[in-house]
């Protein structure tokens, strides 16, 4: 790679449009505040229901809190492995329009000792099985409690 020269313009790729993925368990905190950042940053809004309360109360609550406005809904499959299933709902995202890149949006909470972070981050299987998808990007949205 070299370097560039002051008198050689500077051409930056174009922007393609932003798809975002929101994978969530519960209408909480955390994840009122992951949607909020990938409505800002995203011009399309996944959110990937994850197995563990009921889908339609679910979508109920975020719609009359106005978070998922616009949004697509994805039941996950209960019994069948989570990451698995969100990695499948992202290659059909990325198949449907391979003009946009995909930005995953995981909301995560930060406790205040850090020996609990453990307990808490179930998102690095995630992160590592996403990290050498082509056009995904992986954003934490930290919630701290």
Known sequence: MRALTVEEPLSFPRAAPLHAVV?????DASALRALGYARSVASHLTVLQLPGED????RKRLR???AAFGAEFVQLAAGRDPIEQVVTAIDAISA????HRVVVVLSGIVPRHPWLLP???QSLRLKLRLFGHPKVAVIDVPYHV
């Not at 994978?23 to 209408?27: D, E, G, H, L, M």
């Not at 449907?96 to 003009?99: E, K, N, S, T």
């Open 55 to 58: 889908s339609a109360l679910t």
């Open 64 to 66: 009359r809190l106005g």
């Open 96 to 99: 449907d329009d391979p003009d």
């Open 23 to 27: 994978p969530i368990r519960s209408p």
């Open 119 to 121: 307990l808490h981050d």
